[in-house]
Nanobody, 121 residues
Framework: QVRLVESGGGLVQAGESLDLSCGVS????????AGWYRQPPGKERELVAT???????NYADSVKGRFTISRDNVENTVDLRMKSLKPEDTAVYYC???????????????WGQGTQVTVSS
């Protein structure tokens, strides 16, 4: 059984940085594309960053230039480095794996438990 485990969330002040990590448990599984979503309080879940097999990345406009997604194909992990955090970045962050059809990311995995990021002003 494949399970996604996010970690690294916490409480920070505006302008600070935070690194999130996602591991995939389960034997014999490697992912192709991956993506990080977030769900702010009272709002819909949104896709914030994706990474393709060969490392091509894409970001939501709201995080472009501040967030960096990366992957380690040996360790089977996906990280999200967040800097210059803003209060509006407060959300539960979820990692997923999926695939691309054209330029569109399609989530194939279920949801992990997520990790809470809270940014105070």
């Amino acid at each position: 059984q494949v399970r996604l485990v996010e970690s690294g969330g916490g409480l920070v002040q505006a302008g600070e940085s935070l690194d999130l990590s996602c591991g995939v448990s389960g034997t014999g599984f490697t992912f192709t594309a991956a993506g990080w979503y977030r769900q702010p309080p009272g709002k819909e879940r949104e896709l914030v960053a994706t990474i393709q097999t060969r490392g091509r990345t894409n970001y939501a406009d709201s995080v472009k230039g501040r967030f960096t997604i990366s992957r380690d194909n040996v360790e089977n992990t996906v990280d999200l480095r967040m800097k210059s955090l803003k209060p509006e970045d407060t959300a539960v962050y979820y990692c997923t794996f999926g695939s691309f059809i054209g330029d569109n990311y399609h989530r194939n995995s279920g949801w992990g438990q997520g990790t809470q990021v809270t940014v105070s002003s």
